[in-house]
Every structure is written in C-alpha cells, then in structure tokens.
C-alpha cells in the first residue's frame, strides 16, 4: 500500500509538469527545460546578470539556466556549469562543463583548477534529489545539495556576489536560512510564476556575500 501512494505521489507530479503551460511553452520555443521560464522571471524582478560577470550554474543539465545565463553576461562573461548527469554543450566562448557529483571533493578541485584562484559574482542552483515519495529521505537529500552548493558558495563567491538556490518548503525550510543569515546581507525568498503553484518548489535569493 505504501509503495502505491509513493507511485501515485510521483505519477502526478509528472503528470502535472507535462500539463504545465510553461513545460508547453518550452517545447514551443524549443528551450531545454521550462526552468528557462523560472530564472527569467525571478532576474527580471531581480537583476541578477550583466554583461562580463562570471557564473557558476550547479546541477545545470539539460542546460535552460546556462543557456539564459549566457545571453545576459555576453561574450565578456564566464560562465562554469556542473552537473552528474551529461549536458549538450552551450553555443558561448567562456563556457566549461564539469561532469561530476557535486557532493564529490573533486568537483571543488575541478572548478579551483578552471577559476585559477579567481572569484565569481553568482552562483545559481537548480538542483533537486530523485523524487523518493519518501519525505524524509527526499529532505534529508536536497539537505545533503544544499550544504554542498553552500560549501561551494564560501569557496568561490565573490564579496558583495548572490547565491541563488532552490529548496522545497518543508520541516528543514528554517535550517536553510539559518545556514546562511550570517553570510549575505540581504535574504529573499522568490516564488516565479513559471513554479507550479502546488508545488513546496521555492528560491532562496541571498545577495551581498559578506565573507
């Protein structure tokens, strides 16, 4: 019987995202993911990107918020896109492409070794763990992302850069924030139009890196 609900909880999830006037749209445009939709929405409220910046866009595959990125921080820009699973490559000079796991100490050693000691202005994430239906195990590994993506964060975000990051609203949603308070100056919580309705599906948007 628990292993029904868990199908059903996961069936309409699918079921919903292919419903989605945006996942349409996406398809429409012939964009990588709806996701395009979501960072659009929330860097035009926000103004997140301009020409020249440098990026780092974690758990990036298939591609929708490298592609969105590049067209904003222009040729003069660098853009580091990391990912476990594979990603066609995006059609921007100043762009890399790390294969990897993120909760893996190489990828840090990875990314170290393309900045050459340098910093970058944000670092984006869209990142979610494997639908479970189990909500403890799903938490538990979006938790296990998030410290990652931070950890990330205090290595190679600029003073004064923006950390963007995606969390699901749940019994955790409080410890993310209290990961990172002390560190940014500014800490926002964006909900885009693009993002289902129903869904716990949220942005933690921290701007001003203190350290």
Known sequence: MKNIKIN???NNWYKNKINN???KQAKIKKLRSRSWFKLKQIDEKEKLFYSG???IDLGSSPGSWSLYVSSKIKKNGYLISCDLLSMNPIPFNNFKFIKGNILDKLIIKKILKILNNNKVNIIISDMSSN????SYTDNYNNMKL???AF???KKFLSFNGIFLIKVFQNNNFNDYIKK???FFLKIKICKPKASNSNSREIY???KKYLI
């Open 180 to 182: 990172i308070k002390n």
């Open 204 to 206: 933690i948007l921290a």
């Open 21 to 23: 006037f945006y996942y």
């Open 53 to 55: 910046m440098k990026v």
């Open 8 to 10: 059903n909880r996961i």
């Open 146 to 148: 998030f410290d990652s």
């Open 131 to 134: 639908i479970s239906g189990i």
């Open 151 to 153: 950890k990330i964060c």
